[in-house]
């Protein structure tokens, strides 16, 4: 009864915290930008906040030391589905890698990715660190795998309906996407920060993701149809993700636990 009313009150906090940043975002312009990274941390804070009331003598936000292993493959599984997508693409349609990075200097590009970190923690403490290993307390795995990404999922939807995130294909296009793809890429992460027991192999992920995506492959892919095939919208990247995730719930020999 504790964890489903714990759940609860952290869902009404990340919401709530994260509307006021939508309101800003959405009506701020470009003068509102950097808000984007305080709404990342609002799962995280409500998560710190929950974990305050709820559990104040108990470690629940996986903040634990964890096996290489783990970060290792936490790291290069976004390298692995993205390089395999977009590499698809660009060989698909011949004229739409342009072997240029928005970006050109190679320290900016260094500290983007600690930076991405950063952002990313704020999502996992939250999504991964608290929601999904509380939810697979009360919950079967798989089951708390596909409700807790398809809240993650809709977290994101006020700015996608709104234009001002994953643009360049319909809204249901975007929405439909998107969210097989969060689902799909949350049953990952659920397999990362349960079997590691740390949520570090997630906010790993999650930067790794951002980092080459954002950063790297997408800079690199010059076609006004790309959203359509790759990213977070695309139906290459999405298909590869299923891929992966049905490959990791195959090999698992047992059930995870928290």
Same mark, same amino acid.
């Given at each position: 009864?504790?964890?489903?009313?714990? /759940? !609860?009150?952290?869902?009404l906090?990340?919401?709530?915290m &994260?509307? $006021?940043c939508?309101?800003? %975002?959405?009506?701020?312009?470009?003068?509102?930008?950097?808000?984007?990274?305080?709404l990342?941390?609002?799962?995280?804070v409500?998560?710190?906040?929950?974990?305050?009331?709820?559990?104040?003598?108990?470690?629940?936000?996986?903040?634990?030391?964890?096996?290489?292993?783990?970060?290792?493959?936490?790291f290069?599984?976004?390298?692995?589905y993205?390089?395999?997508?977009?590499g698809?693409?660009?060989?698909?349609?011949?004229?739409?890698?342009s072997?240029?990075?928005?970006?050109t200097?190679?320290?900016?590009?260094?500290?983007?990715l600690?930076?991405?970190?950063?952002?990313a923690l704020?999502?996992? /403490? !939250?999504?991964?660190g608290?929601?999904?290993?509380?939810? &697979?307390? $009360?919950?079967?795995?798989? %089951?708390?795998?596909?409700?807790?990404g398809?809240i993650?999922a809709?977290?994101?939807f006020?700015?996608?309906?709104t234009?001002?995130?994953q643009?360049?294909?319909?809204?249901?296009?975007?929405?439909?996407?998107?969210?097989?793809?969060?689902i799909?890429?949350?049953?990952i992460?659920?397999f990362?920060?349960l079997?590691?027991?740390?949520?570090?192999?997630?906010?790993?992920?999650?930067?790794?993701?951002?980092?080459?995506?954002?950063?790297?492959?997408s800079?690199?892919?010059n076609?006004?149809?790309?959203?359509y095939?790759?990213?977070?919208t695309g139906?290459?990247?999405?298909?590869v993700v299923?891929v992966i995730?049905?490959?990791?719930?195959?090999?698992?020999?047992?059930?995870?636990?928290?």
């Open positions: 009864m504790k964890d489903k009313k714990a /759940i !609860g009150v952290f869902l906090i990340a919401f709530a &994260s509307g $006021i939508y309101f800003i %975002i959405i009506n701020g312009g470009d003068a509102a930008a950097g808000m984007t990274s305080i990342m941390w609002c799962p995280g409500a998560a710190l906040i929950t974990q305050r009331v709820f559990y104040r003598h108990q470690k629940t936000l996986g903040f634990n030391r964890c096996k290489n292993s783990y970060l290792l493959a936490a290069l599984i976004p390298v692995i993205l390089g395999i997508s977009y698809i693409f660009w060989w698909i349609e011949k004229d739409s890698f072997g240029q990075l928005s970006t200097s190679i320290p900016m590009l260094l500290i983007l600690p930076s991405s970190l950063i952002t704020g999502e996992e /403490i !939250g999504w991964r608290f929601l999904l290993p509380k939810m &697979s307390e $009360i919950l079967n795995i798989n %089951i708390a795998v596909v409700i807790s398809a993650w809709a977290w994101h006020p700015l996608m309906l234009g001002l995130y643009a360049g294909t319909p809204v249901w296009y975007q929405l439909t996407l998107f969210t097989i793809e969060v799909s890429i949350t049953g992460l659920a990362l920060r079997k590691s027991r740390s949520v570090w192999p997630a906010a790993i992920f999650h930067a790794s993701h951002n980092y080459f995506d954002q950063v790297i492959f800079p690199l892919t076609s006004e149809r790309s959203a095939f790759v990213g977070e139906i290459i990247t999405v298909v299923v995730v049905t490959v990791i719930m195959v090999k698992r020999k047992r059930p995870v636990r928290v």
